[in-house]
């Protein structure tokens, strides 16, 4: 008795016939392109500018709450420390918060208030002092001043850390112009060093606490501090030689006058940059500083154009500005414009009053300016990990 193979049954799948090829299987779908981190970071420093134009809590609040989410919805799944930097910026807008209310209630404020709410021993100051008190009376308006500023501070704070969550660094410095190349080096290195840092420790805390020793205290952090030091003073050095050995620093000849007309071409745009923006600012300057800022804007294009070839590299697989990346540019930048239209006619709305304490109350084109900056959780697709 010989065994046959099954046609079709619980067996398998039936045998190809000889001579017939088995039909072509469709590709499969291209990963989506990620955004450019260009896009990330210019969506970030909009929020930032935004949060700059008010002091009205609800409004700071939902800019906030706008950053989280979409911190949390379009965050990179990566085990990288600069993708779980999010959470420290969220603990260094609280101790700066903490920090400002601190000096308010020790140093005083200048808001007038009649509302005391405490009244601390004053500390005799010298006469070269005069100016400066040392405790006293505490009013209600000079705090909440003081925490209206402070969280405009932080949500200034936050806004950098979703860039810095959200856009990878190496990606930011392959897309950098090359005549900007050797400053973007010494920023990313700067902006990944406390993301480093906080993995570092995380790291070191839980190799202390697997040994059963404590992680936590003065005695804890002293012997934390000491490893982690060390592991940056070794990780410095190792970048120094990655650097070294990949060339960095290293320039092409360009003839005298290419490099006399990019340093010309680069100052004066940059002086011709600041003066149309003085122009801009003052009353009597707005009819020569709109075209003063866009002949310095072109001046310093083109001395970074002719400044890039110094540095012939070459990029592998560089990002592209898809539609995708413009949208996300374009959110940022129309909830900053909406902003600073809204300071403009209405102040009284985005900066509520402390002298008296009113309550603030949420204006809603202003908050529906602020909801626009949500379109990147809408856009987002996920990467393969």
């Not at 072509?24 to 970030?44: D, E, K, V």
């Not at 000096?103 to 709410?117: A, E, N, W």
């Not at 154009?305 to 539609?323: C, E, I, M, N, V």
Request: hydrophobic fraction near 45%; glycine fraction near 10%.
């Amino acid at each position: 008795m010989t065994d046959r193979p099954s046609r079709g049954g619980r067996g398998g799948p039936p045998p190809a016939r000889a001579g017939r090829t088995p039909p072509a299987q469709p590709p499969p779908p291209a990963p989506p392109r990620p955004i450019h981190p260009g896009a990330w970071w210019l969506w970030s420093l909009s929020l930032g500018t935004a949060a700059t134009r008010t002091t009205n809590p609800l409004l700071l609040a939902l800019l906030l709450a706008t950053s989280a989410y979409v911190v949390v919805t379009c965050r990179p799944r990566t085990p990288a420390p600069w993708a779980r930097s999010y959470p420290a910026f969220l603990r260094l807008a609280l101790v700066v918060m903490a920090i400002r209310l601190l000096f308010t209630v020790t140093l005083g404020s200048p808001i007038p208030g009649t509302h005391t709410l405490l009244t601390l021993p004053e500390v005799p100051l010298p006469a070269w002092a005069q100016g400066i008190r040392l405790g006293g009376r505490v009013t209600a308006e000079a705090l909440l001043f003081s925490l209206y500023d402070a969280l405009r501070l932080a949500t200034l704070l936050v806004c950098v850390g979703a860039a810095n969550a959200l856009a990878s660094p190496s990606r930011l410095l392959k897309s950098l112009p090359g005549a900007l190349y050797e400053t973007g080096v010494a920023v990313v290195v700067a902006l990944t060093f406390a993301p480093n840092l906080i993995a570092d420790v995380h790291r070191l805390r839980a190799a202390r606490r697997l040994r059963g020793r404590p992680d936590s205290g003065v005695r804890g952090l002293l012997q934390v501090g000491l490893p982690v030091l060390e592991g940056a003073l070794e990780r410095s050095v190792a970048l120094a030689a990655a650097m070294d050995a990949r060339g960095y620093g290293r320039t092409a000849d360009l003839p005298a006058p290419v490099r006399r007309t990019t340093t010309a071409l680069t100052l004066g745009g940059l002086l011709g940059v600041c003066a149309g923006t003085y122009g801009l600012l003052t009353a009597a300057g707005a009819t020569y500083g709109l075209p003063l800022l866009l002949a310095g804007l072109a001046a310093a294009l083109a001395g970074l154009r002719l400044g890039g070839r110094r540095s012939p590299r070459t990029r592998y697989r560089p990002d592209r500005w898809t539609p995708r990346a413009c949208l996300v540019a374009a959110s940022g930048a129309a909830t900053a414009a909406l902003l600073t239209l809204a300071a403009t006619t209405d102040p009284a709305a985005l900066h509520p009053g402390v002298v008296p304490p009113t309550a603030p109350a949420l204006p809603l084109w202003p908050a529906a300016a602020v909801l626009l900056g949500l379109l990147p959780a809408f856009l987002h697709k996920e990467q393969p990990s």
